[in-house]
């Protein structure tokens, strides 16, 4: 007979089924001439509703033969014979073996429709998901693959004389459409890695300086494109350097995007605790307090107008990067409105050379 809950699960409904009963003997043989049929059964009843809770249908038939045999046995006149004197008592009894038989094909046939409404819920979360997808790769990952080749299709036109430094700008065009788009599909294949839990994670002492240097090159950021207070004497950080610095890389993005004029984010770090605390501060529009999780969910760009900017999983593989770490991200409002990502990271125990 197939059921819809585990071996384990139905292994201990089957213990309560033969165990219960056998509980209840002592405690109510002694009170046989203080309570009637009606209240042993009730409790007998008990003991079928909680194996069918437990293990469904299967433990729950069996203890409703165990305890229809011990009501017989032990509970109506004659004593200790399988026999019922009392007309009342047969239509007690056979009550009692259809109410436990019905409870627990109720609860067996509850299970099956809870799980597979949870595998509706999986499907469909699934097609949202893919939904998502194809409509971000459909723009986001086709607008800098378009730019790049029609950038390098007009350096290829035949008799087609460009100066000097349309060419350039030409090759210059291609060459950042070809990063944007490096960037993208990077992104698309670290959340899927993270999401099967197939991301391999190294985790050193690394100096929280250095990455952030190599984070902001990667970037490409002016002078003062970022303001900085990250303090040289930081201890190291406990993570791994490749994606600390995607992780960085998708902070810092972010708070520029969303940064006005002539108000550049800030970098700032310090000791917490066992940690250290990196925080990256715009002075941006902000999020709503219930969109705080929402931030996190790939393929949410709440706020964000400009649809050629990304296709949503900064911020969601930041998280899944750091989580990944043993750190933790969360954002906070920002004193005077704006966004501040909270990154910590555990401090590394090793002492170095």
Same mark, same amino acid.
């Given at each position: 007979m197939s059921t819809s809950?585990?071996?384990?699960?139905?292994? *201990? /409904?089957?213990?309560?089924?033969?165990?219960?009963?056998? %509980? =209840? #003997?002592?405690?109510? +043989? $002694?009170?046989?001439?203080? #309570?009637? !049929?009606?209240?042993? +059964?009730?409790?007998? #009843?008990?003991?079928?509703?909680?194996?069918? !809770?437990? /293990?469904? !249908?299967? $433990?729950?038939?069996?203890?409703? &033969? %165990?305890?229809? *045999?011990?009501?017989?046995? @032990?509970? *109506?006149?004659?004593?200790?014979? &399988?026999? +019922?004197?009392? /007309?009342?008592?047969?239509?007690? =009894?056979?009550? @009692?073996?259809?109410?436990?038989?019905? +409870?627990?094909?109720?609860?067996?046939?509850?299970?099956?429709?809870?799980?597979?409404?949870?595998?509706?819920?999986?499907?469909?979360?699934?097609?949202? #998901?893919? *939904?998502?997808?194809?409509?971000?790769?459909g723009h986001d990952l086709r607008t800098p693959l378009a730019a790049a080749k029609a950038s390098v299709s007009g350096l290829r036109s035949p008799g087609l004389v460009l100066p000097a430094e349309d060419r350039d700008e030409l090759l210059a065009t291609a060459d950042r459409s070809l990063d944007r788009l490096t960037g993208l599909v990077e992104n698309l294949l670290d959340m899927s890695r993270l999401q099967v839990g197939a991301m391999p994670v190294h985790l050193r002492p690394v100096a929280l300086g250095d990455v952030l240097a190599r984070a902001l090159d990667d970037l490409g950021v002016a002078p003062r494109g970022v303001l900085l207070d990250v303090p040289d004497d930081l201890p190291d950080v406990l993570a791994d350097a490749g994606l600390l610095e995607r992780v960085l890389v998708n902070l810092v993005a972010n708070s520029q995007r969303f940064s006005p004029p002539g108000r550049p984010a800030l970098v700032s770090a310090a000791v917490m605790g066992a940690g250290i605390e990196l925080l990256v501060i715009d002075h941006g529009p902000g999020i709503a307090a219930t969109d705080e999780e929402r931030i996190f969910l790939p393929f949410q760009r709440l706020g964000d107008t400009d649809t050629t900017t990304g296709i949503g999983l900064g911020l969601a593989l930041a998280r899944g990067l750091t989580e990944a770490m043993g750190g933790t991200l969360l954002p906070r409002e920002t004193p005077g409105g704006g966004l501040t990502m909270a990154l910590t990271l555990p401090v590394s125990q090793e002492v170095g050379p």
């Open positions: 809950l585990s071996r384990p699960r139905r292994r *201990t /409904g089957l213990v309560v089924a033969v165990v219960a009963p056998l %509980l =209840l #003997l002592p405690v109510l +043989v $002694p009170l046989r001439d203080r #309570l009637n !049929l009606a209240s042993d +059964v009730a409790l007998f #009843l008990v003991v079928v509703v909680a194996s069918a !809770l437990v /293990g469904g !249908l299967v $433990p729950a038939l069996v203890a409703a &033969f %165990l305890c229809a *045999t011990v009501l017989n046995f @032990f509970f *109506t006149a004659p004593f200790h014979e &399988f026999a +019922v004197r009392d /007309g009342n008592n047969v239509v007690a =009894l056979v009550a @009692f073996v259809v109410v436990a038989v019905m +409870v627990a094909w109720v609860v067996d046939l509850a299970a099956r429709r809870a799980k597979a409404a949870a595998a509706a819920a999986e499907i469909e979360a699934a097609d949202r #998901l893919r *939904t998502a997808l194809l409509a971000a790769v």
